[in-house]
């Protein structure tokens, strides 16, 4: 399959074949599939947010045993571990710079 330009802003969960606005966060090179599944971690860390926003309305649900925000950080270290395979250069770079990545 071939692999075409993408533009990631990870933030508002985008995902385009065109530059707009905030959306170049991260530039990376992928097939279809490959963006189909980083869209999937992108709506895992989605669907976990809103499960943790539910979560937080239940007070006698201790803080400590919240699997929403324990399977959005999963999600999130995921979605950057595609992005710094699938990236350019700059964006392997910015990443490796944050060091959210364990070797």
């Given at each position: 399959?071939?692999?075409?330009?993408?533009?990631?802003?990870?933030?508002?969960?985008?995902?385009?074949?065109?530059?707009?606005?905030?959306?170049?966060?991260?530039?990376?090179?992928?097939?279809?599939?490959?963006?189909?599944?980083?869209?999937?971690?992108?709506?895992?860390?989605?669907?976990?947010?809103?499960?943790?926003?539910?979560?937080?309305?239940?007070?006698?649900?201790?803080?400590?045993?919240?699997?929403?925000?324990?399977d959005?950080d999963?999600?999130?270290?995921?979605?950057?571990?595609?992005?710094?395979?699938?990236?350019?250069?700059?964006?392997?770079?910015?990443?490796?710079?944050?060091?959210?990545?364990?070797?």
């Amino acid at each position: 399959m071939e692999k075409k330009k993408y533009y990631v802003n990870v933030g508002t969960q985008e995902i385009s074949q065109l530059q707009a606005g905030n959306n170049k966060d991260f530039t990376i090179f992928a097939t279809e599939d490959e963006v189909f599944q980083l869209r999937e971690h992108l709506t895992e860390m989605y669907n976990s947010d809103v499960r943790g926003f539910w979560r937080s309305h239940v007070p006698i649900d201790p803080y400590h045993n919240d699997s929403p925000n324990d399977d959005y950080d999963e999600g999130i270290i995921e979605a950057f571990r595609m992005l710094h395979e699938l990236g350019d250069e700059k964006t392997k770079a910015h990443i490796d710079s944050m060091q959210i990545l364990s070797d």
